[in-house]
């Protein structure tokens, strides 16, 4: 393939043409799915720098476990699962390393409506909810209300039962409604 061009194998090909050792097939598909693969692991962990270190480690797991893929699911769905549990997995380890917490600084109340810094505040306020989660109940919550996915779908794409997901969901729900509560209007 010349530089530039588009391949047109599905996922599926390029996956078995990497088993197979063709060199930059594997590239090929990675480049194809790696803003969606980028986005979810910024989703899943606690920052960024988490994020790219999970993200690679669930690259070179997708690298060296493709022989092992069975196409009994999309290489999409394979390459979520592989990113969400790099990230949970990250996030474990980190629980177990000593840290010294920054001082938290409260955000300067609202203006009005019209107000640009009133999106950015709740998303902050939002994001901070989120990273109170634990990672399970997080992944469920990101995968049904962030990124869409019927629980069915949800449930495949993490590797658990469905009422599983109803549950972290419902647990997860909870906590964010009693993490945000300061932000109803009376």
């Keep these: 393939m ?6 047109a194998r599905s996922d599926e090909d390029l996956l078995r043409a990497h088993v197979a050792g063709e060199p930059d097939a594997f590239a090929t598909l990675i480049e194809r ?13 606690n920052n960024p720098d988490d994020a790219a270190d999970a993200l690679q480690d669930a690259l070179l797991n997708a690298h060296r476990m493709a022989s092992r893929f069975r196409s009994d699911a999309k290489v999409t769905s394979w390459l979520h699962r ?25 955000l300067l109340p609202l203006a009005d409506d019209h107000d640009q810094m009133a999106a950015v505040d709740l998303s902050i ?10 990672p399970d109940q997080r992944a469920a919550v990101i995968a049904v209300d962030v990124e869409g996915y019927s629980v069915s779908e949800a449930a495949q794409r993490l590797g658990v039962p469905i009422g599983t997901i109803k549950s972290r969901c419902s647990r997860g729900r909870l906590r964010l409604a009693q993490a945000l509560g300061h932000l109803r209007e009376c």
Excluded: F, M
């Design 33 to 45: 799915h790696q803003t969606y693969l980028w986005s979810l692991a910024c989703r899943t962990s």
């Design 2 to 7: 010349t530089r530039g061009s588009v391949d």
């Design 125 to 134: 306020s939002i994001g901070r909810a989120l990273d109170t989660l634990p």
């Design 82 to 106: 592989i990113v969400v549990n790099a990230c949970l997995d990250r996030i474990r380890r980190n629980r177990v390393r000593r840290t010294v917490p920054i001082p938290e600084y409260d």
